[in-house]
């Protein structure tokens, strides 16, 4: 197989695996969110597809109380839940690494102690397409609170592609608002 090939299929199996936690939730009636890297994916090819960036993993955000469903529906569709150094998560299969894997983040709480807000709530999401997405208010928020390196990329894909902009800060909590000016008045730092 070739390189180009290998690009390919790296691609097209995050894509698949999104799909089939979707299609898993989406049976079983349980409500969910895609977020993180495919969540901003999502909103950045509402407006630009050529500016969508490439993500390894895919990241859902549900109700602690419905994890028991998830686990049901998520087997049911071949994955394997996992709970590894304190991160819950479904492995896309028995042998699949954790990079091979979606990753939860429970909906209400703090991913870290030290984060300035919990999660969003499920609701805070809209249809986009087959899948549900968190809605960009709450995806910006969710992107500034863990403000990592990869946060900050996602954060200024969606300022470039216009939407995100200097009107957002004074929609977010200050200290939100603060950490999203830093990223306008230097898109490159």
């Known amino acids: 197989m070739s390189v180009l090939e290998r690009m390919v299929r790296a691609v097209e199996k995050v894509r698949?695996?999104?799909h089939r936690a979707a299609t898993a939730l989406e049976q079983a009636h349980v409500p969910y969110a895609i977020v993180g890297g495919n969540a901003v994916a999502a909103w950045v090819a509402s407006v630009d597809e050529t500016a969508v960036r490439n993500t390894q993993d895919v990241g859902l955000l549900l109700r602690r109380s419905d994890l028991e469903a998830a686990k049901a529906a998520m087997t049911d569709h071949g994955f394997v839940f996992r709970h590894v150094a304190s991160i819950d998560m479904f492995l896309d299969g028995p042998d699949a690494k954790a990079r091979d894997s979606v990753h939860i983040v429970f909906a209400g709480?703090?991913?870290r102690p030290d984060y300035l807000q919990p999660s969003p709530a499920v609701e805070e999401s809209e249809r986009m397409g087959s899948i549900t997405v968190l809605n960009l208010l709450a995806l910006v928020g969710m992107k500034l609170?863990?403000?990592r390196?990869?946060?900050r990329t996602h954060l200024r894909d969606l300022i470039e592609v216009g939407l995100v902009d200097s009107s957002w800060p004074a929609r977010l909590p200050a200290?939100?608002?603060?950490?999203?000016q830093t990223i306008l008045d230097d898109p490159d730092g």
Do not use: A, H, M, P
Not at 175 to 180: F, K, S, T
């Open 149 to 151: 390196d990869k946060d």
């Open 175 to 180: 200290e939100l608002g603060d950490r999203l």
């Open 109 to 111: 709480e703090k991913v």
């Open 16 to 18: 698949q695996r999104l």
């Open 145 to 147: 609170t863990s403000f």
